[in-house]
């Protein structure tokens, strides 16, 4: 009989499963003794019904777990959180808006977000019927990057999180195609220390969670849109205001995580800017020695090599203009001011045919800031006189062909920071990734704020102060827009 007290001995752990119980009370010793929580000895009474229905039949007996075993929750909870996104083919070049992928329940159009904030309070677990798998996002007080460089001892340091947010099909019968975000959270320093040492010696190398997998792992989505567009710009532009070498340049670098996905424009430009910081570190162990003749041997070999990456420059911008002409389009224009923000000293502002191709200028004029900086330096160490040796005729050392001296004067500097400035309010708002534009922004700054000790560029700094302030507001403006969506953590970097 069913239900019937002492019909069955044992504890209903031992009874579930299935061997001898010493029926030891209140728990049983064999489950104590293995650490198993025993179940007692509790039984529930079940009344067996005969309906006319069932003809009487013990078939209508209800099931005694009506929530399933403890075996199919944890598969189902497993298989909940196993939820992950694979980029469908053909693969297509990271800077991409959007990207296509599928997961367990269905196709999706991806649209990338990134916004650097505080990773230790930004994501909290989700409510609902789905809480082993979705989480919301407390973005409470959003703040653009601040690239200002420390010139420290302190390694470059990033950490991530991966989330997507796929709306939910009302339909799950038909096979559409559903558009959601892809969005990469990260907190960075402004530090960009380097070690000669090789990977295996050096400390720094092997604590970093990043680079310590190789380029291989970042091949496919997201690792590889992480790498991309998050890590190596940053990384880059932080070892460019640092003005220290770092381990992009290493070709394996710039070669493996690009062997699945097409390159962009930007790719290539970030191939050649990742070699000006150690042009620059070079540039700055040369300019405190005395001008004496190997000093100047060593300007001019460092400015061999700088224009060497002109050359590549002038290649790579070559390829681009190519690449836009196919379309039809030019590479920019002049156009009106955006309303609402401040006009001068730039009252006509540049326009792109893509957020892609105005990034590009805006990082391309960005890094010549610095490049032309330092070959007008270099310039200068090799045309100064030697204080030991000042009588006698005067012999103009000979520099490499193709060095043109106006190109790298002040004044032709000061034209590419305008061409920043005017390009900065387009990207800004055609972008979703808004820190991109920090590194930038410091830069042209830090130049106005040179040409201050001079009297000059009062209005330019005016200008950078209000662009600033834009870009908090972006940053502020999306983080409700996140806020109010659920998210699934696919994945975390660093």
């Not at 410091?442 to 201050?452: A, C, K, P, R």
């Amino acid at each position: 009989m069913v239900g019937v007290p002492g019909k069955y001995k044992g504890c209903n752990t031992c009874r579930a499963r299935r061997v001898a119980c010493d029926n030891g009370r209140p728990f049983c010793k064999k489950c104590t003794d293995y650490g198993r929580e025993c179940g007692g000895y509790e039984r529930e009474t079940v009344f067996i019904v005969g309906t006319q229905e069932h003809k009487g039949r013990c078939s209508s007996h209800p099931p005694r777990n009506h929530h399933g075993s403890r075996k199919a929750k944890e598969n189902g909870t497993r298989t909940a959180e196993k939820l992950e996104f694979v980029a469908t083919q053909p693969w297509q070049p990271a800077w991409m808006d959007m990207i296509s992928v599928s997961s367990q329940v269905g196709s999706h159009r991806l649209r990338f977000v990134a916004l650097q904030t505080d990773l230790s309070s930004a994501v909290r677990p989700g409510s609902g019927p789905s809480r082993g798998k979705d989480v919301t996002l407390s973005l409470s007080s959003p703040r653009p990057f601040k690239a200002n460089p420390t010139f420290g001892q302190e390694p470059f340091s990033l950490k991530s999180r991966c989330l997507v947010h796929v709306p939910t099909r009302r339909n799950s019968n038909r096979q559409v195609t559903t558009e959601g975000l892809c969005l990469f959270l990260y907190e960075q320093n402004s530090s960009a220390a380097y070690g000669n040492e090789a990977p295996w010696k050096d400390t720094a190398a092997l604590s970093d969670q990043i680079r310590k997998p190789g380029p291989t792992a970042y091949q496919s989505f997201p690792a590889h849109h992480f790498f991309a567009r998050v890590y190596r710009p940053s990384a880059i532009w932080a070892a460019l205001l640092n003005r220290q070498p770092t381990f992009l340049c290493s070709p394996e670098w710039t070669v493996v995580p690009w062997e699945r996905h097409p390159r962009t424009p930007l790719d290539d430009l970030l191939d050649i800017l990742v070699l000006l910081p150690s042009i620059f570190s070079r540039a700055d162990r040369i300019t405190p020695l005395g001008a004496t003749v190997p000093r100047r041997l060593k300007a001019k070999d460092l400015l061999s090599n700088c224009v060497n990456i002109e050359r590549q420059f002038d290649i790579w911008y070559t390829m681009v203009h190519q690449r836009v002409d196919e379309s039809g389009s030019p590479l920019y224009w002049v156009g009106d001011a955006v309303p609402g923000s401040v006009q001068m000293p730039f009252p006509e502002v540049f326009h792109f045919p893509s957020p892609l191709i105005g990034l590009v200028h805006v990082y391309y004029w960005a890094a010549l800031i610095g490049f032309n900086q330092c070959i007008y330096g270099l310039l200068d160490i090799i045309f100064e006189s030697e204080g030991e040796n000042l009588s006698g005729p005067v012999v103009l050392p000979e520099i490499p062909s193709g060095v043109d001296f106006q190109k790298y004067h002040p004044a032709q500097t000061r034209i590419l920071a305008a061409n920043v400035c005017r390009s900065l309010d387009f990207v800004l708002r055609t972008t979703a990734q808004p820190d991109l534009l920090a590194a930038p922004l410091w830069v042209v700054s830090e130049f106005y704020n040179e040409m201050g000790r001079f009297g000059d560029g009062e209005l330019e700094r005016l200008w950078c102060t209000s662009f600033k302030g834009r870009l908090e507001a972006k940053c502020r403006d999306m983080s409700p827009w996140l806020q109010e969506k659920k998210w699934v953590d696919t994945r975390q970097f660093g």
